[in-house]
């Protein structure tokens, strides 16, 4: 059974993917609403019942809308730190609370179900508590880094190790600079603890790229301060610096903000 990947939405209003096999799999976020996940999910043939799990990276608004619907009222176990589910509870997005449902996960340990060994990580971020995941299926490893403001080491030593990385091109900075946001808006997704822009994320990629390395999904994009057209050919360019060349030496694939990826099957 090989390893599947649907992005449902990824953006600054909303980020749920799914992950798993064509009999069962999990949600990496619930930032949209339920009935969309539901319908994105029947759309490209996955039944809702194949869903197992549902793991929370943070406690903002756009990644956890439905978590507390998907727990309590679906009873699917939601996995997340215990300062994550402390934020989610009390998040006014999230109208149902989750208690039944709560599975607790910490930072570096592995979590096995069925096949799949799941990693959470800690990402720079400004929720309550903030993660990333590495889950390996069958030897490969997908690894998960969305809001996060730098890369540090510990953060460098998964993605290293990704056969499939999803990771953050936010904004770019000129168009952050002088768009519409705040002074202090703008101070907070250009922070250390904010979010990755197009070139950081580029840099990033050129300097730590790796053979093993298959597909770069680029993900959370902002409505206001991005274009997937944009964050694309800042990524393409850059690795064309090193003579790595899309579509050859690895896909690229810019994540929809609002709407559903196609279904990959890695």
Known sequence: MELQFLSLASGSSGNCYFLGNSEYGILIDAGIGIKTIKKTLKDNNIPFENI????????HADHIKSAGIIGEKLFIPVYSTEDIHSGMNKNYSMTEKIYASKRIIRKNEVIEIRDLKITPFEVPHDGTDNVGYSIEYKGRKFVFATDLGHIPHDVATY???????????????????????????????????????NHDTA????????????????????QHNNHPELAFKTVEYKLAEKNI????????VVLKRTTASELYTL
């Open 203 to 222: 840099e990033y990629i050129a300097n730590n790229y790796v053979e093993k390395l298959q597909y770069i999904f680029l993900c959370h994009l902002s």
């Open 52 to 59: 197992i799990a549902l793991f929370v990276t943070h406690d």
């Open 245 to 252: 060349k899309i579509g050859k030496d690895v896909q690229l």
């Open 159 to 197: 993605l290293a190790e990704a056969d499939f990385m999803v990771l953050e091109a936010n904004y770019d900075h000129e168009m952050l600079k002088n768009g519409r946001y705040s002074q202090f808006l703008k101070d907070r997704v250009s922070s250390s603890h904010g979010h990755m822009d």
